[in-house]
């Protein structure tokens, strides 16, 4: 399997990234099965993986860990921290009092001593970045955490982040972990040419778009893509975007089966043929829905294929809104002219 550095860290992780959201309550309760699968992952040269504090309140974390015995060193691990892990007001977000708990959690649940990546899983808007990464460098001077990245941070927020990190001396975010897939393309707008500008490695997330782009949804299919564990309005069939995605997931399909290619595959090479994209993170549950995944890691698209694509959804485009997990999708209150 090919190789990339992440960002300028030196560091070489898979173009593919196994994430393991669907390990436990979620997905996939069968922690036997579940390592199974994260293990036959390793086994073809998958080296990257990542996890959550939050996903099935910790149990993925858990099972990540046991998968891991005797293979730590040989894998770049990489978890996340701020959705909220119970009732108390502090009990998640970007404050120094929770990081400084919540990765002791993680690294017990995960059986090492250390993370490879540890990321703010959304950007907060009542804490100062400069109070998160006052924490997280001291975490990487502990040797508890080796570097920090964010996810689904906005460009702005990006900037602002380098910014502050530069002007304070502070260890930077050396990754951003943003959607993307053909039907959600907005970061190519400003996410995707910002993190370059810094530096930053790529490992975006949902290259199926929720199960969209599995090859299982058409139009006479008989049931709609649905998730427990992301908004229903992505799948709401009623919203006429949702419609759209429909008709250009037909058209997927019906371009990936002239190509001979299964469209899941040519929806996963897609995301990481963008010369931005470090690593496309995949979240099978089951051993099959991995070894359907896995042939993409070395699927070239071709620029028919490409330009094809682009027709369909023009660079930059994000067919429906609410797919978007940075930024506002619209205005707040706040920030309106009036």
Not at 14 to 37: E, K, Q, Y
Not at 160 to 171: F, G, I, K
Not at 175 to 204: F, K, N
Request: aromatic letters at 6%; charged letters at 25%; one cysteine or more.
């Amino acid at each position: 399997m090919e190789y990339r550095t992440l960002g300028r860290t030196g560091v070489k992780v898979s173009p593919l990234c196994l994430g393991t959201m669907m390990f436990g309550a979620w997905g996939n309760a069968d922690h036997d099965d579940s390592i199974r699968v994260i293990r036959t992952a390793l086994d073809a040269g998958i080296n990257f993986v990542d996890t959550a504090d939050v996903y099935s309140a910790g149990e993925s974390e858990q099972i990540v860990g046991a998968a891991l015995t005797g293979r730590r060193d040989d894998v770049v691990l990489a978890t996340k921290f701020f959705m909220p892990m119970g009732d108390g007001p502090n009990q998640g977000g970007g404050s120094r009092k929770w990081i400084m708990r919540s990765v002791d959690d993680s690294l017990r649940r995960l059986g090492t001593d250390y993370i490879d990546l540890y990321q703010v899983h959304r950007p907060s808007p009542d804490t100062d970045v400069d109070e998160t990464l006052s924490a997280l460098t001291d975490l990487v001077h502990q040797g508890k955490v080796r570097y920090i990245g964010s996810s689904s941070y906005a460009a702005s927020q990006i900037v602002e982040a380098q910014v502050v990190a530069r002007d304070r001396t502070l260890s930077r975010f050396v990754t951003e972990q943003p959607p993307y897939s053909i039907l959600v393309r907005g970061i190519e707008e400003d996410v995707l040419p910002t993190a370059r500008r810094h530096g930053m490695g790529i490992l975006s997330y949902s290259p199926l778009a929720g199960g969209w782009l599995s090859g299982r949804w058409r139009r006479d299919a008989d049931a709609a893509p649905t998730s427990s564990a992301r908004p229903p309005a992505r799948f709401d069939m009623s919203n006429p975007a949702n419609q759209r995605k429909l008709d250009v997931v037909e058209q997927l399909a019906q371009l990936a089966e002239s190509a001979g290619i299964p469209l899941l595959q040519l929806a996963i090479a897609f995301v990481i043929r963008h010369p931005a994209v470090t690593s496309a993170i995949i979240g099978p549950r089951t051993l099959e829905q991995l070894e359907s995944q896995l042939p993409a890691a070395d699927l070239v698209l071709s620029t028919d294929v490409l330009d094809r694509i682009d027709a369909l959804v023009p660079p930059g485009v994000t067919l429906n809104p609410d797919d978007n997990s940075y930024g506002q999708a619209e205005l707040a209150v706040s920030a309106r002219r009036r």
